[in-house]
């Protein structure tokens, strides 16, 4: 069970707001009563911070925002000695305009670095070399090439503009980013997530991008309308140079490789990125962004994930992220339901998420119910949020994590780099764990069960007919098996089980209550069944 913790977000040590390694250290404990077995930590690295830590000005070492590499060391050897992992983003489609790379590069036409980036000259009549549109463009269509009047030529940016995008064909940069790689598997580190790992390399006779509507509706209602994966979307240099990297991680002993890919084509790429020789573990986006409580279309996604990777590679599934908005919010969008079947449906998200095949991540928060925090304009950060106003950007995913219902939730003793929710006063870890039937005691019962149960971690997973608001899956190792039952309606709905079995979790049954026959359940009620 992976947690992604946003370090800016998580826990502020040194009172200045904003979050940063010796937090998380103090931390620590919460994790391992939690159940975590990898801690996920978002970049910490040296940046100018234009987008918050991906956009890296120095590779091997920390922001002094989060501490030192001192610090670091710390971290990992808490985290290993509670025993649990740790691993850390990489960034390495892009660097921030402040690396001394960048700065070399864009000096000059002919400086040691001059390609380490992706240069291209204007048309003739001085614009862009093409169409492509940024990948951080709001409610207008933004040009992925930014002219640099020194060089007189643009650079390429798939992100935003200080974000210019390195020149994977060029094996110097190769050389530095495994150097990079190096530097921290030899401080300890168990693995990476690899950011924007599907975008390494790019056409390389820069082709128009193809005109159309979008096949994917994304997050944020891009105005891109262009057809982008034959771009840079999982070509096959990419896939080799991911090769390279698995193999060189495996030098290191059990190193674990999580990619970041780009979800456009959905679960194909997923697939190809994590064949074996290739990444462990695909983060799945698709999922996450399409999840709703359409019970029919829920499934269909489990259902393609499990049948698609089979025996071939490993899924995981993941609710949300710091780019996205809070699962509740996303599941509950238009609703109009109380605080307790809120409750309900984060307790249904958590069951699906926990109990399906494949490795699961929890973004911070989400244990206790976290929601997307109402952010003023004058208190937006985040450049993509402010491009998107008045619609909602990431900052409202990104508020300080709740730790109790006093002043700042108890994050900092100073006011935070972001507003923390007003429900602090009840949605927070001192009073849920305190409360048997809150949120956070649900989602420890759960990763307990999971530890508990092979069925949970390595079984086969068969979906079952049920009614339609109704997912019904089985889990089963040899002769083991435990029975899922999720209700992701708003009436009551009735399942007849053939099998003999007890409660081993459940919103609205107690623990080892048996279950046989004509099952009831309550809307959005959560079940996880032992056969007998």
């Known amino acids: 069970m992976f947690y992604q913790i946003y370090p800016r977000s998580f826990k502020d040590h040194n009172g200045d707001g904003v979050g940063d390694l010796r937090g998380i250290i103090e931390k620590l404990d919460y994790l391992s009563w939690l ?166 390399y790019k056409d390389p006779l820069f082709r128009d991008a193809l005109k159309g509507p979008q096949i994917k509706e994304n997050l944020f209602h891009s105005a891109r309308d262009e057809y982008y994966w034959d771009r840079f979307s999982g070509r096959p240099e990419t896939l080799l140079a991911v090769e390279e990297i698995k193999r060189f991680m495996d030098s290191y002993g059990e190193k674990v490789s999580v990619g970041e890919i780009s979800a456009d084509m959905g679960l194909c790429l997923y697939l190809l990125f994590t064949i074996p020789g290739r990444f462990d573990i695909a983060f799945n986006i698709d999922f996450m962004e399409k999840l709703s409580l359409n019970a029919k279309k829920v499934r269909e996604l489990s259902e393609n994930v499990d049948t698609f990777f089979g025996e071939r590679a490993w899924p995981s599934y993941v609710l949300g992220n710091h780019d996205n908005y809070r699962i509740i919010n996303r599941l509950t969008d238009g609703m109009n339901i109380s605080e307790y079947e809120k409750k309900l449906i984060a307790k249904l998200a958590a069951t699906l998420l926990l109990t399906m095949r494949g490795t699961p991540f929890i973004y911070y928060g989400e244990e206790i119910g976290m929601e997307d925090t109402d952010i003023p304009y004058d208190k937006i950060v985040d450049p993509w949020g402010k491009a998107l106003w008045p619609k909602k950007g990431r900052d409202v995913c990104r508020t300080p994590m709740q730790w109790n219902n006093k002043e700042n939730a108890g994050f900092s003793e100073s006011a935070p780099w972001l507003p923390v929710n007003l429900n602090k006063a009840y949605v927070n870890v001192e009073s849920e764990m305190k409360d048997p039937n809150s949120i956070l005691n649900f989602y420890r019962s759960l990763l307990k069960l999971r530890k508990e149960h092979v069925e949970l971690r390595r079984g086969t997973m068969k979906f079952q007919n049920a009614p339609s608001d109704i997912i019904f899956y089985i889990r089963k190792v040899s002769e083991k098996q435990v029975v899922v039952l999720l209700n992701f309606g708003s009436t009551v709905q009735c399942v007849d089980l053939t099998i003999y079995g007890k409660v081993l979790i459940g919103t609205h049954k107690n623990a080892g209550e048996k279950i046989h026959g004509a099952v009831r359940l309550a809307p959005f009620e959560s079940i996880v069944i032992k056969v007998s």
């Open 35 to 200: 159940g975590i077995d990898v801690v996920w930590v978002s970049p910490f690295f040296k940046s100018p911070m234009e987008d918050f830590g991906y956009d890296i000005s120095d590779y091997k070492d920390v922001d002094p925002l989060f501490g030192t590499l001192s610090d670091f060391d710390k971290l990992v050897s808490e985290i290993h000695r509670r025993g649990m992992k740790i691993i850390i983003d990489q960034v390495y489609n892009h660097t921030s305009d402040k690396h001394p790379w960048f700065v070399e590069s864009r000096s000059s036409r002919n400086n040691p670095k001059s390609d380490w980036y992706i240069w291209k000259d204007p048309k003739p009549d001085g614009s862009p070399p093409n169409n492509w549109v940024s990948l951080f463009s709001g409610g207008e269509p933004r040009s992925m090439w930014e002219w640099d009047d020194n060089r007189k030529q643009y650079y390429l940016h798939l992100f935003g503009k200080e974000q210019p995008d390195l020149n994977w064909r060029n094996p110097n940069v190769k050389s530095a980013i495994f150097d990079s790689m190096k530097f921290w598997l030899e401080r300890g580190v168990d693995g990476f997530r690899f950011d924007a790992a599907s975008h390494y």
